[in-house]
């Protein structure tokens, strides 16, 4: 079993729109997560991380972390066109110091 | 901010030559990693360093080795470069996990990566 699995997608939002991308991951005691995007050819670059059960907000990124659930999302509204990109859901079991990534989900926004 | 500077973007290599990857943080971080990333594999941990000298297998060691003989410089080296070598290598640095919720600690920051192509 992955420890950190999600939809590779792609996924695809008209502009404007609210794009949602969804991350499961094994429950190995106390978690750190973290969303990251990723630009074709670039190396990924941290959005947003989230501790705690409920929705942490930083502008047009909402993160949401479900732990009863082994869940954490990432919506993003008004989506634009410069959103487009792949999206990296990361889990730090605290314990290990370690970094456990999902295979990414493509995200299109379309003019 | 933090920065972690790798040396070369692009490189390209003949089967069989050893390869240096060199990545430098300037932030006093302890923890460093090394991952490669092939499309539909996603990131997979190569090594990673706790402390200067020290260093532990990641996922896919084979093949790999590292070098920390300095905090801010993790190096990765390819003995022996195979085709199946080929890909982006990216390098990260952290703060160890303290306990806390401290902003900005914990969080893993990755250099620009390198490309690299063994023919």
């Known amino acids: 079993q992955k420890e950190v699995e999600q939809n590779s997608g792609p996924l695809s939002v008209p502009e404007g729109a609210i794009a949602s991308l969804n991350c499961t991951y094994s429950d190995r005691g106390s978690q750190s997560f973290f969303w990251y995007r990723q630009y074709s050819g670039k190396s990924p670059e941290l959005i947003m991380s989230i501790y705690s059960n409920g929705d942490k907000e930083d502008g047009r990124f909402t993160a949401q972390l479900n732990k009863a659930s082994q869940y954490v999302s990432l919506l993003i509204r008004d989506s634009q066109p410069s959103d487009s990109a792949t999206y990296l859901c990361?889990?730090?079991?605290?314990?290990?110091?370690?970094?456990?990534f999902g295979t990414g989900t493509s995200l299109t926004v379309i003019p | 901010d933090v920065k972690v500077t790798q040396s070369s973007r692009y490189l390209v290599k003949r089967t069989g030559e050893k390869v240096f990857l060199e990545c430098v943080q300037d932030?006093?971080?302890?923890?460093m990693f090394w991952y490669r990333q092939d499309p539909g594999l996603g990131l997979r941990l190569i090594y990673f360093s706790y402390d200067v000298k020290m260093k532990e297998k990641g996922d896919i060691p084979e093949g790999y080795s590292v070098s920390r003989e300095k905090k801010e410089r993790f190096s990765l080296i390819l003995e022996s470069a195979s085709t199946n070598q080929t890909s982006m290598y990216l390098c990260?640095?952290?703060?160890?996990?303290?306990?806390?919720?401290?902003?900005?600690?914990?969080?893993?920051?990755f250099g620009a990566g390198s490309r690299l192509t063994v023919l």
């Open positions: 990361a889990v730090n079991w605290e314990t290990g110091n370690q970094f456990y």
């Open positions: 932030m006093d971080h302890e923890n």
């Open positions: 990260a640095s952290s703060s160890p996990f303290l306990g806390a919720r401290i902003p900005g600690a914990n969080v893993l920051t």
